[in-house]
């Protein structure tokens, strides 16, 4: 829909420059002139393309520095040829525009309107070359001038800045301009019949001709505005008020594709996926044009389908979708492509890290070695009788060396490359503002989800022109807002830590880990990874007491993701809460699914940090606590060796022996009643479960 619109405006220019040019000779051109730029006019309307150019060669020798003759000429050969020599057409309009020493920058008075179809038919050109940003600096600055424009003009300048605005996701400004497009639209309708009226008998006739037609072109304008509204408060996430738009356009368009495509995104929002999957077929996709070929140059191509190779749309697309299923290499490939085009989108850069630290982590098989097991302790046995040894392992999973002597910045999945794509998003970012909280702020952030029960928060961001300013352009996704920002913010963070943490560099995961729990909007889940974290960083740099305050189980009051069932069933790359995607896939056993296992894992940690400091009667404590609050089959391995530790510490060797043959804390069974009535810290009863996070499936070490 979109690019069929912006070809023919292209042709809409064209005819208006000619009219242009006849106009401005109503003083000092000669009947000559006139009838030729009549009839050059009425060819090009016909699409007698070479009897158009004729009339304009002949009118270029009688009035050889006039500049719009030129362009005219440029138009129409672009024309003939079926929009295929855009870059020719770009070029005279650069040679023009050099010709008449007029730069878009500099364009303050009326005086500089004349030049306005050299700036509309530029920006056109840019629109379908994506230069989206050149394009709305040319059509903003034709906006401050269109007054004097004629309606039609008007109109198509105004269009054209709607479909940038929404192209780049400036649904604010898209909504104000078609406000402005429907006064405009009724003016002229009512200036129409108020001309009509004054009319004389003779020509009665062509007057319900011209009425006729325009009122077929009102009626597709008013079709064309009620989609655009529909696109922009989708993009809003403003069901209630889409809604109300999408009755409109069935109404005005019909079942045509576009409106089906409108309200097939329209229900897929709501999450009636099944209704937009029916609306989908129900349009008859085979009547439209397919793909063309395409290569890299523009010449030889119809302007129109530049717009149609979606290559690196759908790399992403695809990148995101096989990173999700559990393919990170795979992933890794699309998106390392995509990145080259989006380079600017920090978004996408998390996705990369994503894919090194799923593709060096392993399958959720192999993390699942770390349930208890006699095979996930012992490592062998040696010696028979008397001289039998029991060798254990040093961990349940051995450490990866993630360096093999190559460069960093090659494009690998590596850890060291997920630390380089990590820094990228990082910087990409815009300095972290503390602002004070506000009492709307919790709309805010509840209208990013997209879900139906806050759509009428959400619609009133439509009265905020301000609002629009706070976008963080990420394509080929939908943009950052406030809220979507932090969270990203906190995702990179927490990636950041692990990955520091993974390839040794503890001071460096110490500092993500301690910017991350300094967020003000920090999700319960993401706090409690930022524990651990940072405990493990100090651990390693021998600042055990510090560990230790991060490893107090009081910290963990909440694991939960910090959004809804309903958003993260959407499962789109459109904002949601970064790095918090469902995967579809079930919770990873390690992971803490209630406050209470989180608080055990605090737990089982802290004894380790007592342990280092030589407090084993801290240790055993925190030990036996934590047993106690969750089933003797559900404690991990390293628990296992912490205690079998302990107890030779004590000298205990029997005890400890039997804690390996029977794979589980002994003690806790008989002396565990003591333990209960005095714990360490209070455990917490309430139990709230939660969906596994994309990112933890990759990130919990």
Known sequence: MRRIMIAVTLQVSSDQGTEKHEGAGTSGITDQEKELSSSALQAFLAGNYDACLQHLNTLQDINKDDYKITLNTAVAEFCKSNQTTTDNLRQTLNQLKNQVHSVVEEMDGLDDVENSMLYYNQAVILYHLRQYTEAISVGEKLYQFIEPFEEKFAQAVCFLLVDLYLLTYQAEKALHLLAVLEKMISQGNNNSKNGKNES????????????????????????????????????????????????????TAGNSAPSLFLKSNFEYLRGNYRKAVKLLNSANIAEHPGFMKTGKKFSGRPMCTLLTNKRYELLYNCGIQLLHIGRPLAAFECLIEAVQVYHSNP?????????????????????????PSKKGIVQSIVGQGYHRKIVLASQSIQN???????????????MEFAAICLRNALLLLPEDQQEPKQENGSKTSNQLGGN??????????????????????????????KQELENLRCSILACSAYVALALGDNLMALNHADKLLQQPKLSGSLKFLGHLYAAEALISLDRISDAITHLNPENVTDVSLGISSNEQDQGSDKGENEAMESSGKQTPQCYPSSVTSARTMMLFNLGSAYCLRSEYDKARKCLHQAASLIHPKEIPPEAILLAVYLELQNGNTQLALQIIKRNQLLPSVKTLSDMRKKPVFQPVHSIQPIQMPAFTTVQRK
């Not at 008998?201 to 505005?225: F, H, R, Y």
């Not at 990866?400 to 590596?414: E, K, L, R």
């Not at 139906?452 to 996704?477: L, M, R, V």
């Open 347 to 371: 978004r996408l850069w998390l996705r990369i890290a994503e894919c090194c630290i799923a593709a060096n982590k392993g399958t959720s098989e192999q993390e699942t070695k770390g349930l």
């Open 400 to 414: 990866v060396v993630y360096n093999d002597g190559q460069s960093s910045a090659i494009p690998v999945a590596s």
């Open 452 to 481: 139906t029960e806050n759509s009428e928060s959400s619609e009133a961001c439509s009265n905020k022109s301000h609002e629009g300013d706070k976008f963080i352009a990420a394509p080929p996704s939908s943009p950052l807002k």
């Open 200 to 251: 004389g008998n003779n020509t009665n006739k062509d007057s319900s001709n011209q009425k006729a037609e325009s009122g077929a072109l009102i009626e597709v304008a008013k079709s064309k505005i009620h989609q655009y509204k529909v696109r922009a408060y989708i993009q809003m996430k403003s069901l209630k008020a889409c809604k109300r738009e999408i009755k409109s356009v069935m109404n």
